[in-house]
């Protein structure tokens, strides 16, 4: 029987476990058997009790789970060839040659150098006596399929990452939240959200609870961006609003990329503007608790179509990571997708704005 191993890396995001539980049942639907990987790529490098069968029942009631029920890491060892040996290794005693990964574009990147460099790794083990050529025959080619689980919604090629939704929602509800008490004192909230180099969280959450202001990595503010805040501030007000909120992301600069951070815009606020103002920052309450409706329909329809591309791959096929594209689940080259990503943090580093806000459009 073919096995097929699932892993979360990076960092979590609400809606991992559905992948978990869809990627699991949907490889024993098709009479494989599934593992599950724990804590990310220092699992797969540990080995061991840390790559685990997985039967139907281990995955009931992961959908409405948040977090990853099987752990996650930022596994630095991975990003060098030995660690990669040892997986390999850990892998083929597990007899295991297919890993779909959940995680964001780092982790992905990471899977497919480790899927390129496979043939090396299996003459390596067998050279230094590791592993004899017979173990490794019947495993020649490794299988890699990416989901894209991430809360920043950063990667081209795909409308939504799973978990953007769920953190959309935290974000709104805790905007909401500051609202009655921003109200009540006629203050001003500067609020920060997270995003890494993305703004999507922030402008979305932005038009979700109609704030007065936002800041974004991919379209800084014009240069006098503290007078022509402060004016927009001040209209709001004098049409009668009696709070004012006003979003920044966590990758936020101006035009010379000078990071604008929420205590710089509390002190233009409080002495520009006249306003009482606090700063509220969201932190990992953004990236925790139960999945949307959204994201648990998302994972679990990329969960099924992963486990579907690993049975359909071809040695030449390219690592495909799962999209959602214009509401169709659809499969894409995974090294285009994170290339494309890429060429928005060059486009926001060479302070060519127009090209970083068209890619992110064209996603
Ligand atoms: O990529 C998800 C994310 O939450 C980013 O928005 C944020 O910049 C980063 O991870 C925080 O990472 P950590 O949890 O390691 O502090």
Redesign the pocket.
Known sequence: KRRIAVMTS??D?PGMNGAVRAIVRMAIHYDCEAYAVYEGYDGLVQGGDMIKEMKWEDVRGFLGEGGTLIGTA?CMSFYERPGRLTAAKNMILKGIDALIICG?DGSLTGADKFRAEWPSLLEELVNTNQLTAQDCQPFQHLNIVGLVG???N?LSMTDATIGCYSSLARICEAIDSVDTTATSHQRAFVIEV???HCGW?ALMAGVSTGADYIFIPENPPSENWQDEMCEVVKRHRAKGKRKTIVIVA?GAHDQNLTKISPTMVKDLLSQKAGLDTRVTTLG?V??GGTPCAYDRMLATLQGVEAVKAVLEATPETPSPVICMVENKIERRPLLEAVAQTKKVAEAIEAKDFQTAMKLRDAE
């Open positions: 990076g960092g995001a930022r964001g991430s809360i920043d950063d997270m995003g890494r969280l966590e990992h953004q990236r």
